[in-house]
């Protein structure tokens, strides 16, 4: 069937939903399968491409196909588009191979002109009812095919009802409705300069080409983009004979869900209206009625009904969603397929369908999409009232979750109202490691510059905390404390709402609602644990993350961030007194100080991850992010380190740097200062020495960060080995340890044979491996990546999803020269794409033991794993 272009709907079936689209595919479906539908052709998604190949034409081959078909309809039906006796009256339908609600356009009633209306008035008895499917042929042909505005037609129908004192338009008469209709064709002669089209040939070309191009409208456009929906799939035409629920009291159509799509309940659900065509329903003209009543309104059509949706349920194994039509107390189904639904609701489905026997586990697993997860791990604005707050900016949805309060501009204002029971909300140009004490006690935060992978962005994620970051039409002002929006200006203490997962930022406070993780979230989840291989770790750089991964299902630690740690209002001075140092012997005395606060956060860490790998990665940053940057701090420092104000500040101009991401930090700082690296060792075998001690089970992975050449690998592993050996023969104690190291270097993925040979395992830091082997700067490339993205230059932020072609080639390479000279390497991944499902499913590919995330993406990185490896 190589030239086949259009299909009669008997000719079709679900699976050829890439070529009839969604809608036309299940109408052929249901044909099939015996139920009610209108009959009909579908001019196919090929069709559609052939049409852009050649100019926006239809070829003339297609042409004729169509009219082929049509005959064919006319003839089964016994009646004929235009005719003046009986006339044939079709819809015309979009359908894209996803559904795209609402997208694109429907013209009904198509085939009325001034003679066939009268025909139809005639053949149905019913005058009011025909030139009702007139008027409303005119505005729908009019505002698809011809572009006229809907209002130019609303303003008219509204004048004429309002001058009656009509409410409804049901209320409108026979005679009201020829005069709307000749309004309208005059409306349609001012606007396109032409007679409208009597002929009905002539209506049906100009109906299709209409739906091809609106595949290309930027309604379209941009649901396709938001949905990773590809641009040259095309959309199917569906030519469908009309049934008409617009026919009076015994007629009447709506839409219905055999679940609830929002709770996912097992109870029909939906609405309809009675005397009403098309979208009236949604349009919110009068308020529908909910489905149930129509079991009264109309029992032997209710019962008809329930018996479909339930065949159609069996028939697909899912929720539908159904579109059906009554006239004259006859039932047509007019559309079904998968319904939307939130995770809550999805969630539930695909674990009742299991226990209805339907599905079995692993198709439940593969029914969950792993990023919905994520709105029932935070909790979210009430829907109701998103409705009705105000907008003033959107951002970057760099972290999930609701939040709410008063702004404050720096983090010690937003610890101090905190402390009094307020609410707040972090407003910054951009955090930095100083604010995290107040991004822990803020509802949300919101900044103004930085990515997805941005300070704020990252940390918020990894606690769980609401952020927008990015948001670039916000004017920040820290100094005289206020924002500035256009000529909105919010002042400190006034209440603001972020919502994490849109970028949204609301004017005042937004009333919140927790989900609760309900028995069924339980339940799949175990199915997803027995069907998955690779383990998910997670990221944590203290017991509170950690305990909080656990519960979400944590196997292990893939990266403790020590310099995290190192933050904490208690060591801030000593960590400054080390970095500071002049002498040896003065870093010495302050890592003194440092030694037991680490190894207390270890023992604790060590605790909390009993029986589980614990990954603690060595000091990463540049020195310099640790220094006080105001005169208050450095005063203050002077005084507890007893030298001079301005032999510091000197010292903090001497560890600036012109690329502080690509200068000293990493590995090349326990280089330069073995003795950090030293007490780092000593802290971390200790602690768990101790927490072995306490009973714990521990698995201490000590890694080495930024290594881009063996010889620094050696030099380092052979130092932390002796210092830890050493302890543990001191100790007389049985502690099994790993070295390895991060690979987060484009080198150090090409010589991962050598560095394989010396370590235990490598981790893969995917967010420097992006910017190194992107040359994108991460605290940068906000400017620049959403115009990249827009102009298709790369499909997506490299940074949110892992660039496989490239970046994961580099991986890939580094997990094959590894494996094949130590094949038993242990291998994991610890940058913000272990938590993203394409690049988690990419991970079990290549082979990797583990992926580690944030707390919060632990529940999706296991869904993904399962996913992959079902
Ligand atoms: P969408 O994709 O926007 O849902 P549809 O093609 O489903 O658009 O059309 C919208 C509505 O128009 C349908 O839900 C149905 O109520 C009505 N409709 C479409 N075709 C017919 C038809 N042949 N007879 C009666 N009503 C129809
Ligand atoms: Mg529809
Ligand atoms: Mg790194």
């Known amino acids: 069937m190589e030239n086949k272009y259009v299909y009669d709907f008997s000719e079709g079936s679900k699976e050829m939903k890439s070529l009839l689209g969604g809608k036309g595919a299940n109408l052929a479906e249901m044909t099939k399968i015996g139920l009610p539908v209108p009959p009909g052709f579908t001019i196919t998604t090929k069709a559609c491409n052939d049409y852009y190949d050649n100019g926006e034409s239809i070829r003339e081959e297609i042409i004729k196909e169509i009219e082929l078909q049509l005959e064919n309809l006319e003839n089964n039906l016994g009646k004929k588009l235009g005719c003046n006796e009986n006339p044939l009256l079709i819809s015309v339908r979009s359908g894209a191979v996803f559904s795209m609600p609402g997208m694109m356009d429907t013209i009904l009633n198509l085939g009325l002109n001034d003679i066939s209306v009268v025909a139809l008035a005639n053949a149905t008895q019913n005058e009011r009812f025909a030139y009702d499917s007139y008027r409303r042929f005119i505005q729908m042909f009019s505002d698809v095919a011809m572009d ?42 001012k606007e396109v300069r032409k007679k409208f089209p009597q002929e009905p040939r002539e209506q049906l070309m100009l109906a299709i080409k209409a739906v091809f191009k609106s595949w290309n409208n930027p309604r379209a456009t941009v649901y396709r983009r938001l949905n990773d929906i590809s641009h040259d799939l095309g959309t199917a035409v569906n030519i469908q004979s009309m049934v008409f629920g617009n026919m009076g009291e015994t007629s009447g159509t709506g839409v219905a869900f055999t679940r609830n799509p929002s709770t996912g309940e097992n109870k029909l659900f939906g609405e309809f209206l009675m005397d009403a065509q098309g979208e009236d329903v949604v349009a919110g003209i009068r308020t529908p009625q909910d489905i149930s009543t129509l079991k009264e309104v109309m029992p032997s059509a209710y019962d008809e009904f329930v018996k479909i949706t339930s065949i159609l349920e069996d028939h697909y194994k899912d929720m539908q969603d159904i579109e059906f039509t009554i006239e004259k107390e006859r039932l047509f189904i007019l559309q079904t397929r998968n319904g939307k639904r939130t995770a809550k609701a999805a969630i539930n489905i695909a674990v009742d369908l299991v226990e209805e026997n339907i599905i079995d586990e692993k198709e439940a697993i593969m029914r969950i999409e792993p990023n919905q997860l994520d709105q029932l791990l935070h909790p979210i604005f009430e829907s109701s009232a998103l409705e009705s707050a105000k907008v003033v900016a959107q951002g970057l949805p760099a972290s999930p979750g609701a939040g709410s309060g008063k702004v404050y501009f720096n983090a010690e204002d937003v610890v101090e109202a905190s402390s009094k029971g307020e609410d707040v909300v972090l407003v910054r140009l951009e955090t930095s490691p ?24 990252v940390v918020a994620r990894g606690m769980g905390k609401c952020c927008v970051a990015g948001c670039s039409e916000i004017k920040v002002d820290e100094y005289n404390k206020e924002i500035r929006i256009d000529d909105i200006v919010i002042k400190e203490g006034d209440y603001i709402s972020l919502d994490g997962s849109t970028g949204c930022v609301y004017l ?6 927790e989900v609760a993780l309900t028995g069924n979230f339980e339940k799949l989840m175990n199915w997803v644990d027995k069907y998955k291989t690779m383990m998910v770790r997670t990221n944590a750089d203290n017991p509170r993350d950690a305990k909080a991964a656990i519960k979400f299902g944590a196997e292990g630690i893939g990266l403790c961030r020590t310099e995290h740690m190192f933050f904490d209002e208690d060591r801030i001075p000593a960590v400054r007194e080390m970095i500071l140092a002049k002498t040896l012997e003065q870093r010495l005395v302050a890592l003194d100080k440092l030694l037991p606060m680490q190894r207390e ?30 005169d208050e701090s450095i005063k203050a420092l002077a005084k507890t380190m007893n030298i001079e104000v301005n032999e510091i500040k000197k010292r903090i101009v001497d560890l600036s740097e012109f690329n502080p991401m690509l200068g000293h930090r990493g590995c090349r700082l326990a280089v330069t200062y073995p003795e950090i690296c030293e007490m780092q060792a000593k802290a971390i075998i200790q602690g768990a020495i101790e927490a072995t001690k306490q009973g714990a089970k521990v698995h201490p992975e000590i890694m080495i960060p930024l290594v881009g050449e063996v010889k620094e690998f050696k030099l380092i592993r052979d130092m932390i080995k002796a210092t830890v050996d050493r302890i543990i023969e001191e100790e007389d104690i049985d502690i099994e340890y790993t070295i390895g190291t991060m690979i987060e270097i484009p080198r150090a993925c090409l010589t991962a044979d050598e560095i394989a040979l010396e370590a235990d395992f490598f981790s893969f830091g995917t967010n420097d491996l992006t910017q190194m082997g992107f040359g994108y700067s ?13 102009k298709e230059i790369l499909e997506k932020d490299p940074f949110q999803v892992l660039d496989q072609k490239g970046i994961g080639k580099l991986v890939k390479m580094g997990v094959e020269l590894g494996k094949s000279v130590k094949p038993e390497i242990k291998l994991g991944i610890c940058g913000e794409h272990g938590g993203e499902p394409s690049s988690v499913e990419f991970c079990y590919n290549i082979g990797l033991d583990y992926v580690s995330c944030s707390p919060y993406r632990v529940p999706i990185a296991r869904l993904a794993a399962a996913q992959a490896s079902i």
Not at 434 to 454: F, K, N, P, V, Y
Not at 780 to 789: A, N, W
């Open 148 to 189: 006229v505005p809907k209002y130019k037609f609303e303003n008219i129908l509204d004048r004429v009802k309002e001058s009656k004192g009509y409410k409804f338009d049901t209320d409108l008469t026979v005679d009201d409705l020829k005069e709307i209709v000749e309004k309208y064709q005059s409306v349609y002669m």
């Open 434 to 457: 100083e604010d995290i004490e107040g991004m822990i006690c803020a509802q949300g935060i919101l900044t103004a510059r930085g990515g997805m992978t941005s300070h704020a962005a």
């Open 778 to 790: 991460r605290d940068d490339s906000g400017k620049f990546l959403g115009e990249y993205v827009n």
């Open 508 to 513: 005042g406070e937004v009333k919140k609602t």
């Open 601 to 630: 956060d270890f023992i604790e860490m060590f605790k909390v991850m009993d029986g589980k790998a614990v990954n603690i990665r060595l000091l990463d940053p540049p020195l310099h992010e640790f220094l006080p940057h105001d």
